[in-house]
């Protein structure tokens, strides 16, 4: 059911999936690991698509360094927590969802726990060690990943149904090593954009998923391509896992 | 023959971006992409290590399928291959 606050808010999209596809993103609860370039755009697009519950992981302190790209983050937050930053702006966004904003590092030993009940996960990390992570606990859970990755004018994002498509691990097997990686604010717009685009179909049961094809984007460019992507049967993270058909397992409980 | 080689993200920063190349019948990947890689000692040295093998992380494909890279050294390249080469991309 919808207050009237909410069929205001709504509208607009309603016109598109109805009540149905409403009470679906209302019902459903998204975990976005990271609240900085990525985590931004899809916090808040997910936020005013009215997404019921997200949960926003990040340990890092709002700095002048992130603000050309963390549009979550103000001139007036350096030296807050994202998480107290990102929760103020969403929750003022869209009073009426919940937001979990968490300040802990994403290790081995949460997050499975992190994770809990979530019906998706949205990869918004800068680095692969954590992303693997994240990969298996979507392989756990049976839950998808939607990924992304940017770099300067460049950008990546693929979504990852375990058990049909690739796995992370499928695709990138390797981390490449840690850098202070170069960005501007729009790429980071364009593939968290993306990847919250990924969330609400796959939330409403609508349209082409980004499966099975790596999005590359070429802002220099301003030229997209995609490269299809197959599972490796050998994966470390994903190899034993049986062939399914698509279907989402938390929805249809 | 002739082949297509597409870099893409850092690569292509540091390479350029769709590369016609002319090769010998029976070039295999590792020279091949070692020879246009060198334009740029800094393309060079994102993809190779300095034992002159691809760096761990470098994704290959060619015509849209998987090469392992353990095999590159091996795997001879055909007239119009669509080869691309690209690293994984890791910022958030």
Redesign the interface.
Known sequence: MFSERERERYNRQMLLFGDEGQERLKKAHIFIAGAGGLGSPVSLYLAVAGIGTITLVDTDVVDRTNLNRQILHFDRDIGRKKTDSAKEKLQEINPDITIHAIDVKIDETNAADLVGEADGIVDALDNYPARYLLNEVAIEEEIPLFHGGIHGFYGQATTIIPGTTPCLKCIFPKPPPQEVFPVVGVTAGIIGTAQANEVLKYLLGIGEMLTGRLFIWDGVQSHADEICMERNPACEACGGMAKKTPGRKKNER | MSVKI?F???F??LLG?DIMTDVAAGTMFTPLITTVARKNPEGYIAIFDEKGDFR??V?L?KN???IDIADAAKTPVTDGDEI?V???????
């Not at chain 2, 690209?86 to 958030?92: I, L, R, S």
Request: overall charge positive.
């Open positions: 597409r893409f993200a850092r292509r920063e971006s761990e992380f994704i494909m849209g399928k998987r691309a690209f690293p994984p991309v890791a910022g958030g």
